[in-house]
C-alpha cells in the first residue's frame, strides 16, 4: 500500500467533506425538502424553562425577566434553576425578583451535566426548555421554540444562539461562524436528519430525555437521544436567543477546547448506536458535521506530511496538485485579512482547529470537562 498516497487523500478529503461539501451538499438538498404537516396538533403544553447557574449573579436577573416577560399561551411557564455550588449572590439575587413561579434548587458543586439532570428530574412538566444563565430571550422566542413540539412526530427543538456584538474580531468571527452552522442545521432539519442542537436555546420531551454523562453536555446528547429513540429534532430559525460571545480569541480557544473535549467521547458512543437504530441520516450528520470537524486538525497534519513526502520523492502526479492547493490556501488567506468580518472567521477558524487538537490530546490523556464556569476555568 502506498502509505502517502493514502494519506494525501484521507487528510484531504476529511476537512473538504466538514468545511465544503457536506455544508454545500446538505444545504442545497434542504432548499427541495419540504417536511410533511402533522395530522393533529396538541394544546400548548405546560413549560418548565430549566437553568444551571454557577456564580451568575452579573447575570441572571437578566436571563429570568426576559424569560418572564414572554408572551406564551399555553396554561403555564415555570421557572427551575439549579444553583451549582454558588459562592456569590446568585440565590440572594433571585430571592429578590420574587416571583411565585421561580424555583431554586441549591446544589453542591457537580458540575453542569448532573445539574441539568437534577433539574430535568425537577420538572413536573412533560416539556423542559434549557436554556443558560446569562441567557436573553428576544420577543417571541419561547412560544416559538415550544411550537413544534405540539406535533407529535417532534420530541427535540432547537433554536438559535446569536452572541450580543461588541465589535471585536473575536466575537465577528464567532457571529459568522453561527450564522453560517445554523444554515447547516435548518438544512439538516427540513431533511430529517439533525441531530445536534444549541444548548442555550434548546427544548425537549422530558419523557425522551436520558441523564447526560457527568463529563458531556446537553447539547451534546439530548438531540442525538431524541433521534435515537425515532422521534424528528428540528430547527427553529426564528426562537432566537442573545447571550455573551467570546471578547478575546483566548476566550474562544478556551470554550472550543472545553466543548470538544465534552462532545467528541459522548458523539463517539451515540455514532454506532444511531448506526445499528438504522438512524443513518442522523448518522451521517454527527459524522460529517462534527467527528470529521474535530479530526481536521490530525487530518491537515496527516495530508501536509503524505504531501511532503509525495514531493520529495518527484511523484509528477501529486507535485502540480500540492502547489496548487497551497497557492489558493494562501490567495484565500489573503484576501479573507483585508476585511474584518472574514479576518475575524479565519481567525476563529484558525483557533478552533488548535482547540480541537488540545481536546484530543485531552481524551487521549483520560481528561474530562465536568465542571464549568463563566469565567477562565
Known amino acids: ?82 444553583l451549582d455550588g454558588c459562592t456569590d449572590r446568585t440565590a440572594e439575587v433571585l430571592a429578590a425578583i420574587g416571583e411565585p413561579r421561580l424555583r431554586v434548587l441549591n446544589l453542591p458543586r457537580v458540575g453542569k451535566a448532573t445539574t441539568d439532570n437534577r433539574l430535568a428530574a425537577a420538572a413536573d412538566t412533560e416539556v423542559v426548555v434549557k436554556t443558560d444563565a446569562g441567557s436573553e430571550f428576544a420577543p417571541g422566542t419561547l412560544a416559538r ?34 450564522r453560517l452552522e445554523y444554515r447547516v442545521m435548518d438544512a439538516e432539519s427540513r431533511l430529517g436528519i439533525l441531530a445536534m442542537a444549541s444548548g442555550t436555546a434548546l427544548a425537549f420531551r422530558r419523557s425522551a430525555f436520558r441523564p447526560i454523562p457527568a463529563d458531556s453536555d446537553a447539547d451534546v446528547t439530548v438531540a442525538p437521544t431524541v433521534a435515537l429513540l425515532g422521534s424528528r429534532v428540528v430547527h427553529v430559525p426564528d426562537a432566537i436567543v442573545y447571550d455573551d460571545g467570546p471578547t478575546s480569541f483566548g476566550a474562544v480557544l478556551r470554550n472550543r477546547r472545553r466543548m470538544a473535549l465534552r462532545a467528541l467521547p459522548a458523539t463517539l458512543g451515540l455514532v454506532p448506536r444511531l448506526l445499528l437504530a438504522g438512524r443513518f441520516g442522523a448518522s451521517i450528520s454527527l459524522i460529517s458535521h462534527k467527528l470529521f470537524r474535530w479530526l481536521t486538525p490530525v487530518a ?37 485579512a483585508l476585511n474584518g468580518r472574514t479576518r475575524g472567521a479565519m481567525a476563529s477558524l484558525a483557533v478552533a482547529q488548535l482547540a480541537f487538537s488540545l481536546a484530543l490530546v485531552d481524551v487521549i490523556r483520560g481528561r474530562r470537562a465536568r465542571t464549568w464556569s463563566r469565567g477562565p476555568e
Not at 1 to 9: E, T
Not at 23 to 43: C, F, H, K, T
Not at 320 to 325: I, K, N, S, W
Open 1 to 82: 500500500m502506498d502509505w502517502p498516497v493514502l494519506g494525501f487523500w484521507v487528510g484531504l478529503f476529511i476537512p473538504l467533506i466538514s468545511y465544503l461539501l457536506y455544508p454545500v451538499g446538505v444545504i442545497l438538498l434542504g432548499r427541495r425538502a419540504r417536511p410533511g404537516s402533522p395530522d393533529s396538533l396538541m394544546p400548548w403544553p405546560d413549560v418548565t424553562v430549566a437553568i444551571a447557574a454557577h456564580n451568575e449573579e452579573a447575570s441572571i436577573e437578566r436571563a429570568v425577566r426576559s424569560i418572564l416577560a414572554q408572551a406564551y399561551e399555553g396554561p403555564a411557564v415555570k421557572l427551575l434553576i439549579g
Open 145 to 178: 421554540l415550544v411550537a413544534p413540539l405540539r406535533d407529535g412526530r417532534i420530541g427535540c427543538a432547537t433554536g438559535v444562539f446569536r452572541p450580543r456584538a461588541d465589535g471585536t474580531d473575536s466575537s465577528e468571527g464567532e457571529g459568522l461562524y453561527w
Open 300 to 336: 491537515a497534519l496527516v495530508w501536509a506530511l503524505s504531501a511532503v513526502a509525495l514531493v520529495v520523492r518527484g511523484d509528477p502526479g501529486y507535485v502540480p496538485v500540492v502547489a496548487a492547493l497551497a497557492g489558493v490556501g494562501m490567495l484565500g488567506a489573503i484576501v479573507g
